[in-house]
């Protein structure tokens, strides 16, 4: 908007509680895994329509179409960073490859090492999620997630696995590594909904 400095326009996208640091923070849990495109697929798993597993290597992957998302980032200890231009492969187009059974409701994404986190179908889905590979129309380094990490912008960014392997379809829902660890099952940052304790019915599983 002219004459409208672009920190007002930030502070308008920024959640209650969050600030918008210097650079970009990497924060992660445990070490940075090595990419070996030989071994490195991507499983989709559990409730599949089909009924099995189905895996894609590394240039079957790579191969699929891909879009572009600019969203703001919103990580539970406070910080936000804003405008990120992140580039990857939607998940519906995986959902097209690999249907789920029509009851599916929930997916936990898997990353190297076993962490994950759960979503429901619906933010899955939402058109700003993305498995990204690209950030700023650079591949993504090795600490952010080479070669591809989930992007959730709507939850906070715990949410947004960085090393993806995995997608496993879950008729209920289940908790991933930071909801069994006192943190939100849903962790929407325009409701702060940041610790467990403040899951109202119905937003966890019991
Ligand atoms: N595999 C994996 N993904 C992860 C994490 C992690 O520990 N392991 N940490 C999450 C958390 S808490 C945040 S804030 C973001 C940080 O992403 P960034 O390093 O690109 O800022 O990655 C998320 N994805
Ligand atoms: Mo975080």
């Keep these: 908007m002219a004459g409208v400095p672009d920190e007002m326009e930030e502070d308008r996208r920024l959640p209650p509680g969050q600030y918008i640091p210097r650079g970009r923070p990497v924060v992660h849990y445990g070490r940075v895994p090595t990419f070996r495109p030989e071994r490195w697929n991507l499983m989709v798993f559990g409730a599949t329509a089909a009924g099995g597993n189905a895996t894609l290597s590394w ?24 405008g990120n231009e992140w580039g990857g492969v939607a998940p519906s187009t995986l959902m097209e490859l690999f249907p789920p059974a029509p009851d599916v409701r929930h997916v936990m994404i898997w990353a190297e090492y076993g962490y994950s986190a759960n979503l429901r179908l619906s933010d899955f889905t939402a058109p700003d999620t993305l498995f990204a590979t690209e950030l700023d129309e650079e591949p993504l380094s090795p600490e ?45 940052p325009w409701r702060e909904q940041r610790y467990s304790y403040q899951e109202e019915p119905g937003e966890g599983p019991p």
């Design 59 to 82: 240039p079957e992957f790579a191969a699929l179409p891909r879009v572009k998302v600019i969203a703001d980032f919103h990580c539970v200890t406070r910080f936000s960073t804003m």
């Design 144 to 188: 952010r997630g080479h070669p591809v990490r989930m992007i959730v912008p709507h939850l906070y960014a715990w949410k947004s696995v960085k090393w993806v392997r995995g997608v496993e379809y879950l008729r209920e829902d289940r908790r991933g590594f930071w909801e069994e660890r006192g943190y939100h099952n849903i962790g929407d």
